[in-house]
């Protein structure tokens, strides 16, 4: 018995969408390019940067952060927040804190310098400089090539680093004159 051609075309339908259902439930298992392959590593030390955060709900700016437009760093969480002057948070991301930490209180961003090159030789950009400690300074920066920092080996560095993408939002947000209030 010959098949019709509305026969064959309804196969062909149901067996593509099959395929592509089976393909969708398979890529939605796994890896993920924005959860590996697209994580800043230094050359010096690959895989020293921080997983990134994937969730529906972005973390909460601690209680403790203050009011109003500021930049929320908590050394405990290793995560920056923007927060604009309603209490929103507009931006949240990990970084990778240097050796030396700031302590926890409400600091003023001081200076701000283009580029430069790291005390750990990276070149570096969009760095803001909020405090000092032991006669270290503290800033926030990204490295030029979106690595992360290499452990520093018997270095005091205090060098707050994010992802180019972070940095830059920092960056405009960071004015001299912005407040920025570090908690645990």
Request: hydrophobic fraction near 40%; charged fraction near 15%; charge should be positive.
């Amino acid at each position: 018995m010959p098949v019709t051609p509305k026969v064959w075309v309804t196969g062909l339908t149901v067996g593509a969408i099959a395929a592509v259902t089976a393909l969708a439930m398979q890529a939605d298992k796994g890896p993920h390019p924005t959860a590996s392959a697209s994580r800043p590593s230094a050359s010096a030390s690959p895989g020293a940067s921080p997983a990134p955060t994937k969730s529906a709900v972005p973390a909460a700016v601690p209680d403790d952060s203050g009011s109003g437009r500021r930049v929320v760093y908590s050394l405990a969480q290793k995560r920056v927040w923007l927060v604009d002057a309603s209490d929103t948070s507009r931006r949240t991301f990990t970084v990778w804190p240097g050796t030396v930490n700031p302590d926890p209180g409400s600091y003023t961003v001081s200076s701000r310098n283009e580029a430069t090159t790291g005390s750990d030789g990276v070149q570096i950009e969009n760095i803001i400089y909020f405090t000092a400690k032991s006669g270290i300074s503290i800033a926030f920066s990204n490295a030029v090539d979106g690595s992360s920092p290499p452990p520093a080996a018997g270095k005091q560095t205090g060098g707050v680093r994010m992802r180019a993408a972070d940095g830059a939002a920092l960056w405009t947000f960071g004015e001299t004159g912005t407040t920025v209030v570090v908690v645990r």
